[in-house]
Structure formats: C-alpha cells, structure tokens
C-alpha cells in the first residue's frame, strides 16, 4: 500500500515544528498540515520559555538542578496527576531537549536568571530575549524551511483514515475540496480544546466563563478523533490561565509586576487573596471576583518590567496609568480612592514584615511598594488547557488498556500534559511548551523508528 509521506503531522505549532525537524534528521520524509493561515498557533502567543533541568546553560551559570528537582517542583504544586511517568520522562528529558533547540533547530534562546516564575525552585527557564514565543516559532519555521519540509497551511484535517484499527493518515480540507494524505506514521500536534466551549465545560468547568485569549485553532479535534478511537485521556480538568490579561489592549500584563511586589484589587479598590498562587492558579480567583481587577505595583518594578518587549509595548500604547499617591491612581479607573490607599498601607505593612498579610501572602519581591505608582486593569483569561491524550513516554496514543492505537502519535495540546490532574494550579511556567517540543521529538524518533523496524 503506498504512502503519501512516511510522517503525517498534523499542526504546525512548536510540536509539530519540532516533529518535523527530528523526523527529517532521522531520515524520514515528513509533511506538516496547519488549518490556519500561518504556523505558531498557541506556541506563538507564548513567552517562548521551555524549562529543562540540567541543561548546559545552568551549569554554566552555576546553577544546580536536576530531573529530581525538577519533578519535585512540580508534583509539590500539581500535588496530583494521572500520568506521573509522563512527568518524569518530560523533567529526564528536559535538557537534552532544550539543547536540542539550540543545537539542531537554531533556536535564539538563553537561560533566563532573572527570575525563576512559578512553579520553580531555581532558575530554568530558557526563552529568547524577547520573550516572545514568535521569536521560538519563527526559528523552528527556519529550520523546517531549510530542510525543504512542506508546511502546507489554510489546510485542516476533517478526519483520521482508519484501517484495521490502525491510523493511515488524514483527510484533508484543502479550501472547498477534500483529499486523502496516507502515512506510515500521525503525530497529531494540535492545540487542546480551549477554544471549544462545550468541551471546556465538559472537562474544566471552573474556568468555562473566562475569555478565551489562545490561538483560533483550539477545538478539541484531538480529544474527539481519540474518543472515537478508544483513546484513553488524562489530566482533563487541568488547564493554564492568566489572572491578568491588560484591558481592552488583550496583551498580557507581565506576571513580573506582581511577583516582584506588586497586587491585584478589585472594583471596590480591595485586595481579594494570595496573589503568589500564580498567573495561572490565579486566574479562577481574579473569575469569580467580578468582571475587572486592577493590578498595582511601583516605579521599581516597572523598570524591570519594561525589559519585556510585550510590557514594554503595553505600556507605550497606554495600557498603564501612572499617579504619585494611592488616591491618585484609583481615580484613572473610578475606583474607591480611600478603599485603595487604605489597602496599600496594609500591604505595605506586611510587606515591611509589621503585620501579616489578611489573605497570607508571605513572599513580597520588592515589596513595599513607593510613589510613583502604576496600575493597569485586568481580566482572567483561559489560555490553553493541559489534559488531553494519554501517551506514552514516546508519544504513542494509548487506549485504555493501556495498549498502543497503531502509528497515532500526540503531542503538545493534543496530549496529556505534565500539569497536574486538575485545575490550573500545578501550571509551572514552561509547561506547555516542554510538553509540545518535547513530546514532538520524542513522537517522530519513535514513529522513525516503527519505520525503519518494519524495513527489516
């Protein structure tokens, strides 16, 4: 029977980018298909920051870490998850991978020291300087270019060819018509199902009425095609959020103001909780607490900030309003000026080590917080979610017996992710990137593999 490609990959974010250059350098001709206009998907709407424990980078910075810890840190916020191998597969190969990208794909990236974000006990965190997932994508896109793989995009798969309960490629929409591609192999390395509304209430009812801020491409074809297959999936409910999404602007407003000192206050200029649960686990509190909230922090922090070209840009379009008291700043957005000073005062006293914070925050960065101030107004938003396929330590789609769904490999949203069992708490920073470049190389080595097995 004869094949189209020997791979088929079906998304062209950093999973699939990824897929394809390992594909390629393993001597596999590989095609990737991509339903919308350009690659990236939620991949580019990133930070671009990929975690890996023991990398070169930090042991040239000095920095001591390992799988081990890197585990540790994450099942001490995730607490729970359906697939502890996949966590401890993806932290052993965390470094190779990230070296991998610098290496192999040319990726312009560099261990950030700056700050360690959530989830992280010591710096791990690789992105480009920007911290722009664009910048990550455009040189993955480079590399697959230059190995002369096709990326054909505006082309989405309508289904999955079956035969014999084995997976023989895709149908394809082309633009009004419709066409079979046959493969050896399928990596589906789609986004997950955010931006499917019935299937974010079915799996991740507690964030169903945030916005959505993702990539266009989050339907959940990944989970339907699975379900329809006998496909186990794992780790459903867990998604990663954003507590603080600028307002109307839609940029993200750097975490950094609030995890070097900064908070959140709601309409009524009132501190609302822990602001230290994170961006993402913070993001189903800031939900419940009314339609806005108001993020503050001071001249120091917006300093550092600003070395964000995404902050940077907010706050040249006029995303930040700027004032030398707490009465001042809450009158830019109609807030309860007396409701705001007082607040500051308190945080300013727990900060100081005076008293203790009423909703137990004990980590204020550069806390307390002095004029001139800055806020900025906020909506929690759902950015992808976590759970998907379950998979094993090399991408292959399992049933729920736990055996191998013939030549069907998953990766990045389309497969279970390393974030813990539920919610959006056990979202590390990095997560979702890890699992999708990753996974998306682990996939196409084994699929190389299969292939040259059965050659035999």
């Keep these: 029977m004869n094949e189209d490609v020997d791979i088929l990959i079906v998304g062209a974010g950093a999973c699939g980018l990824a897929a394809a250059v390992a594909a390629h350098d393993a001597g596999m001709s590989a095609a990737v298909i991509e339903k919308l206009d350009r690659p990236g998907g939620n991949s580019s709407l990133s930070t671009g920051s990929v975690p890996a424990a023991g990398s070169r980078f930090q042991r040239e910075a000095g920095i001591v870490d390992d799988p081990a810890t890197y585990v540790r840190d994450l099942m001490g916020i995730a607490k729970e998850t359906d697939d502890l191998a ?8 965390s470094a190779e991978t990230v070296e991998w990208l610098v290496d192999a794909v040319g990726a312009r990236i560099r261990l950030v020291t700056a700050y360690k974000h959530i989830g992280h006990s010591v710096p791990r965190l690789h992105a480009p300087v920007s911290r722009r997932g664009q910048d990550l994508v ?12 096709p990326i054909a995009v505006g082309n989405s798969a309508r289904a999955l060819i079956v035969e014999d309960g084995a997976v023989r490629g895709a149908v394809i929409d082309t633009g009004g018509a419709e066409t079979a591609i046959r493969a050896r192999k399928t990596i589906l390395s789609l986004n997950g199902f955010a931006g499917n509304a019935d299937l974010v209430r079915r799996f991740c009812p507690e964030i169903a009425g945030a916005q959505y801020f993702g990539a266009l491409g989050s339907t959940g074809e990944a989970v339907l095609w699975g379900e329809a297959l006998g496909a186990d999936l794992a780790n459903m409910a867990a998604y990663q959020g954003y507590a603080a999404v600028a307002h109307p602007h839609g940029s993200l407003l750097s975490w950094t103001t609030i995890e070097k000192g900064g908070f959140l206050a709601g309409a009524d200029g009132r501190r609302f909780g822990d602001e230290s649960l994170g961006y993402s686990g913070y993001a189903r509190v800031v939900l419940e607490h009314g339609e806005f909230a108001y993020a503050v922090f001071d001249q120091k922090i917006f300093d550092i900030a600003a070395a964000e070209e995404e902050f940077a840009e907010l706050a040249r379009f006029g995303g930040l309003k700027k004032a030398d008291s707490a009465e001042a700043l809450a009158e830019t957005h109609g807030l309860d000026a007396a409701a705001l000073a007082e607040e500051l005062a308190r945080y300013n006293l727990a900060a100081e080590g005076r008293a203790p914070d009423r909703h137990g925050r004990t980590d204020f960065g550069l806390g307390p917080l002095v004029a001139p101030f800055y806020i900025c107004r906020v909506v929690p ?11 094993d330590g090399d991408g292959r789609v399992l049933r729920k017996d736990g055996t191998a769904i013939a030549n069907l490999f998953a990766g990045g949203g389309a497969a279970a992710g390393i974030s813990g069992r539920s919610g959006a708490l056990g ?26 097995g059965s050659a035999r």
């Excluded at 996949?86 to 190969?93: N, P, W």
């Excluded at 480079?142 to 190995?147: F, S």
């Design 86 to 93: 996949l966590v401890q597969r993806l932290a052993e190969i």
């Design 138 to 149: 455009d040189d993955l896109v480079a590399a697959v270019e230059a190995r002369e793989i």
């Design 381 to 391: 938003g759902l950015f992808h979610t976590q759970g998907g396929l379950r998979v």
């Design 427 to 452: 979202y590390a920073s990095g997560n979702g990137l890890l699992s999708a470049i990753a996974l998306g190389r682990l996939a196409a080595l084994a699929a190389a593999g299969e292939i040259e």
